[in-house]
Each structure stands twice: as C-alpha cells, then as structure tokens.
C-alpha cells in the first residue's frame, strides 16, 4: 500500500454489523467494513453474496435493519438518499442508469439537479468533469443512447462527480465493456483516487479489481468470509471459496 493510501486514524466510511436486504428477505448479515481516505476498497463475490445490496443500503435506497453506517463520524441510518449524496458519498449504479434520449450535456446538467449552485459553480464542475473525461467534451450534443457502452459508463461517473463526492461507489463499472475499454475505466478509478476521491468497488472482474484495490472484502451469502491487501487475497484461498464454494 502506497503513502498516499496509509489509512488515516478513522475511516471515512465505517460499517457495523450490517443487516439489510429487501421487505422479509433478509441478505446482508452483520456486514462490516471500513473505507479511509483516498483508499480504493474492492467488495468482490459471487452472483447473489450481496455486493449491489450493500452499495444500495448505504446509499439510503434500502433500509438499514440494524447495525451502523457512519460516514465522517456521523450515522447515515434513516436518511434519505438525497441527503446521502449531499453528505458526499455517491452511486453509480449497475447498468449505467442514464436519460439515454437525452444529450450528454443533458445528462451532465441534470446531474446537478437540486445543487442550488451558482452558474460559475456549475460551470466550473462541468468544466472540471469534462477535462478529466475529454471523450464527453467531444460529443455534447449526442444522445445518452448512441454512446458506446465506454463512453456510457463515462458519463454515468462523470455525472455522479459532478456532485464533488468525497465517496464513489461505482456498481460492476466494467459490465459488458471490451478489455481495453475495462483499461481505460480502471485508470479512471486510480486517478479519481490520485484527486482525493475514495472508491468503494464492486466488480465481477476479480484479477482487474485486485489490481487497482488498496483494500478487498470478500462477501459470500451476505456475510464477510475475509479481508485484506490484495496481494494477501491472491495468494491464498479465501475468494475460491467465495465464488466456488471450495
């Protein structure tokens, strides 16, 4: 781990005993992790362990049962999610949820809905995201939808750091992206980190996600199996036993 990645005394994100998951049907079970400044924490396991119902139930979409969600110190359990963002912990979501008739600019701007910012503010976070995503400044007035699926998931991030978070929680960013497209989306990630920004990352792309990760969690059937660096996850057994149940 780098420097610039050392955990600071207390996390940024810190998550206890965590109890969540949809009406009566309950998947996460006493989940705890904890996320510090300028860290990138992988959440990895298989189809069904929990990892999107964890990103939805600190993000204010799913109730918390019990358990804590404390970020900067101060409990996010009960609070909206637009509270939430404002916090400064944002959701991008699987799937890239766009207005995809929609122009990019379109999509940019309505990613500010609700800031009550000045227009030189605004202006200056649209500036600041389109110089990091050049791709976006070049097609401004083409639909959500004609985009690639790259340049899609851009535009799902940029839109999401348009509210300056301190927090990203990016949801299987590489779902259906070429491997050099995969490339240019996780040196995304590493420079988000380098500008201050923590990432919590769920990914299917397990050796993609160990190589940028500072952290890993390791989730099977809503529970933590084990954590650590990457290179102690990689030479040991713990994910086989996530994914293959060996």
Do not use: W
Request: proline fraction near 4%.
């Amino acid at each position: 781990m780098s420097a610039a990645t050392q955990p600071s005394a207390a996390p940024l994100l810190e998550v206890t005993d965590l109890v969540s998951g949809y009406g009566h049907v309950r998947v996460l079970e006493g989940v705890s992790i904890a996320v510090h400044d300028r860290q990138i924490v992988t959440i990895l396991g298989g189809n069904g362990a929990g990892k999107s119902t964890l990103l939805k139930t600190l993000s204010g979409l799913l109730p918390v049962e019990a358990g804590s969600i404390r970020f900067e110190g101060r409990s996010l359990v009960g609070r909206p999610p637009g509270q939430i963002v404002d916090a400064g912990l944002s959701h991008v979501a699987e799937g890239r949820r766009l207005f995809r008739t929609q122009s990019v600019m379109s999509n940019l701007e309505l990613g500010l809905y609700g800031t009550r910012l000045s227009r030189a503010e605004e202006k200056r976070r649209l500036d600041e995201v389109l110089a990091t995503f050049p791709m976006l400044a070049e097609r401004p007035n083409i639909a959500a939808g004609a985009l690639s699926g790259g340049q899609q998931q851009m535009l799902a991030i940029a839109q999401a750091l348009l509210r300056t978070p301190k927090l990203l929680m990016l949801d299987e960013p590489s779902l259906g992206l070429a491997p050099i497209i995969v490339d240019q989306v996780m040196e995304v990630i590493l420079k988000l980190r380098s500008q201050g920004v923590a990432i919590v990352l769920v990914e299917q792309l397990v050796e993609r996600a160990l190589e940028v990760a500072d952290v890993a969690y390791v989730l099977r059937s809503g529970r933590i199996l084990g954590s650590g660096r990457p290179e102690e996850l990689q030479g040991g057994d713990l994910i086989k036993h996530a994914y293959l149940g060996v």
